[in-house]
């Protein structure tokens, strides 16, 4: 199909424009995702915070102890993404079992600032954690100890999930995209049916099976097909004039040229050879100019859109008609051969 096509075209604005909203909303969806996956991760560290703030205290040798650690297997597995630290004075410490000996470093700023926030802070092998940290006062006998909590959680768990998201969306996406194109090409072939039933119509116009074009179109075609039909009007008036020109000119100069045919007979016979030779180079010369009139006009209205094709296979059997009432027509053998079907535009009088 031409580039030129007003289909090729639509279809490959229509696929540009799906596939670049797709790709933006792919995007934004991505960022979406990857907002409401910090807050679930924020959410989950704030639970185990809470859990462990109500959990630890310290006993009376000024021990730090938890009660009930908090119930996720992540915690005990060595290394296993999630991790929880308290602080507590004198440089006491608890860890969870995932730290094995990796101790967890304060983020930057002040605690006041960092309290309850969200922060990105280094964890072992060279992982990036994001980490929630909450200091707490708990009572140990009549006086009170202020406790830092933190509580991590490997990013790379983070992006597991994003990539599992990105997995699903990228395969949704694709089919959405596919979906849609092939939807937008059934709507503009569908579009575009009234152009194509113009250009059937202008097919039989120009056959000669019709003169004008169906007005059963959209609105916004209406006025293209009434400027249509009004040219082919005015073109059919023209063909018309230039017919009855053509003969009112034929018939018009056979009485002339008969008459003066006649004086050049009358001439010769008179022994005014030099005067009717004269005269029958000047006839000649007339009836040369108005055979190529007529040929010009006959050949005008023959290429005019849409005029009648003639089968050439009955003109012939006309054509033969006529010759074999000639004198001693019947003296020769009369035949044609010419395949049925074949046309010519223009009518039998041209």
């Keep these: 199909m031409s580039p030129r096509s007003l289909r090729v075209r639509l279809v490959g604005a229509a696929t540009l424009l799906i596939v670049l909203a797709l790709a933006l909303g792919g995007i934004g969806l991505t960022a979406i995702f990857d907002e409401q996956a910090e807050r679930r991760a924020a959410t989950e560290l704030d639970l185990h915070v809470k859990t462990l703030a109500a959990q630890v205290r310290l006993d009376a040798a000024g021990a730090l102890q938890v009660d009930v650690p908090p119930q996720e297997p992540r915690f005990e597995q060595p290394y296993g993404g999630l991790y929880w630290q308290i602080d507590g ?4 410490r608890l860890r969870s079992r995932s730290l ?20 990105e802070i280094s964890g072992p092998e060279t992982a990036r954690l994001l980490a929630i940290q909450r200091t707490i006062v708990v009572p140990q006998g009549a006086s009170e100890q202020r406790l830092q909590i933190m509580v991590a959680v490997d990013e790379a768990l983070l992006a597991a999930e994003r990539w599992s998201f990105l997995g699903l969306l990228l395969p949704s996406l694709l ?22 039933a113009l250009r059937a119509d202008l097919g039989d116009i120009h056959a000669g099976r019709r003169r004008t074009l169906s007005r059963d179109v959209p609105e916004e075609v209406q006025p293209v097909v009434d400027d249509l039909n009004r040219l082919i009007g005015f073109q059919d008036a023209a063909v018309e004039r230039a017919r009855t020109q053509s003969a009112d000119l034929a018939h018009g100069l056979k009485t002339p040229l008969a008459v003066l045919g006649s004086m050049a007979r009358t001439a010769r016979d008179a022994g005014e050879l030099k ?6 180079e000047q006839i000649d010369a007339m009836r040369r100019h108005v ?16 005029q009648q094709a003639a089968d050439v296979s009955v003109v012939c059997r006309k054509t033969l008609r006529m010759l ?26 041209t």
Excluded: C, N, Y
């Design 291 to 306: 055979d190529r009139a007529l040929a010009r006009a006959r050949a005008g209205m023959a290429a005019a859109l849409g």
């Design 324 to 349: 074999k009432t000639l004198p001693d027509a019947g003296a020769l053998t009369w035949d044609s051969d010419v395949p049925e079907g074949l046309h010519f535009a223009g009518d039998e009088e």
């Design 175 to 196: 089919a959405l995209a596919t979906l849609l194109v092939l939807a937008m090409a059934f709507f503009i072939h569908l579009a575009l049916r009234p152009f194509r």
């Design 89 to 92: 004075p004198g440089g006491k």
């Design 275 to 280: 005067l009717a030779s004269g005269i029958d």
């Design 100 to 119: 094995w000996d990796f101790v967890l470093q304060d983020p930057p700023g002040s605690a006041a600032a960092r309290d309850l926030d969200m922060h």
